[in-house]
């Protein structure tokens, strides 16, 4: 059945939104098709919801990435809008789906705040050592490790704060790290105008390389482009100088994950705080 056949757009939501009131106003405009389960939309459902024919899809490319073969079933069935529900689209073949005439849209600016409240709570939980501290209290072994001071934590004060990709999530991070009294270094594509650096001391680097050495803290806010995958590799963590703090909220594959666990064992990256991993969702 295409969708022509429907007296109503018919739209599928692949996922469970976190407030579904939002749904309410729509209710009457479209014929909405939400998962049948507590959990998102796998491919075999998406697929049964397909073959019935769509309009629209709204979707989050958790668990089905839309690559060259479904951007195809999604033209298929009649799909003319994907509306990607998140800031990356790297989940999206956008040159299949500019060539099958699909619009592809996404939600940049909603989770700034969000994500850079995850990182400054990585960074803080790191550098604090709450999460390993809470391990040896759940063992009964934290008092041996206080009186050999091995649970010493660090201070963010004055310490420089290295962010790759200074966007809308990397500014709202820079802007919590003032308040604990971080520097902020930052490598992007695009320099900053004059007046934002000055709103946040920002000192910008044009070389990725040039910035590294002289950072205590690396963090991550760049898209996943074909130029950013691995960007993390073996001789980009050379780079650092020893102990840096390395934390990542943005794309999994920016990191090759067995490099920084050389890292993490030769003490050129003292702790990693990540929110993404490499091989999603299995984690290596």
């Not at 507590?38 to 049964?48: C, H, I, Q, S, T």
């Not at 209290?137 to 009186?147: I, M």
């Not at 091995?150 to 709202?172: E, P, Q, R, Y």
Request: hydrophobic residues 40%.
């Amino acid at each position: 059945m295409s969708s022509s056949e429907h007296t109503k757009p018919r739209v599928i939501l692949s996922f469970h939104p976190a407030d579904e009131s939002f749904l309410f106003g729509y209710k009457n405009e479209v014929e909405l098709i939400t998962p049948k389960t507590p959990e998102d939309m796998n491919a075999v459902e998406l697929e049964e919801q397909l073959s019935k024919g769509a309009d629209a899809i709204l979707h989050t490319t958790t668990l089905v990435k839309l690559n060259e073969e479904w951007i195809q079933k999604l033209k298929k069935a009649g799909v003319k809008i994907i509306a990607n529900h998140g800031v990356g689209y790297d989940g999206v073949n956008i040159p299949e789906a500019t060539k099958q005439g699909i619009i592809v849209t996404n939600t940049p600016g909603v989770v700034c705040n969000a994500t850079a409240e995850i990182t400054l709570a990585l960074i803080l939980d790191i550098s604090r050592r709450i999460t390993e501290c809470e391990q040896y209290v759940l063992k009964g072994e934290w008092e041996k490790k206080l009186l050999n001071q091995t649970l010493m934590g660090n201070s963010l004060s004055g310490k420089i704060l290295g962010l790759v990709g200074f966007g809308g999530i990397g500014k709202a991070v820079a802007l919590r790290a003032q308040a604990f009294g971080m520097r902020i270094y930052y490598h992007c594509r695009n320099r900053a105008p004059k007046e934002i650096e000055e709103r946040f001391s920002a000192t910008y680097f044009p070389s990725l390389d040039d910035m590294l050495p002289l950072v205590d803290y690396v963090s991550i806010h760049t898209p996943l482009t074909p130029e950013t995958r691995f960007l993390f590799d073996k001789e980009r963590f050379s780079k650092l100088k020893d102990g840096v703090f390395f934390i990542n909220t943005a794309r999994g594959p920016i990191v090759r994950e067995q490099a920084l666990v050389d890292a993490l064992h030769s003490g050129k990256v003292k702790a990693a705080g990540l929110d993404v991993h490499e091989t999603e969702p299995i984690i290596s």
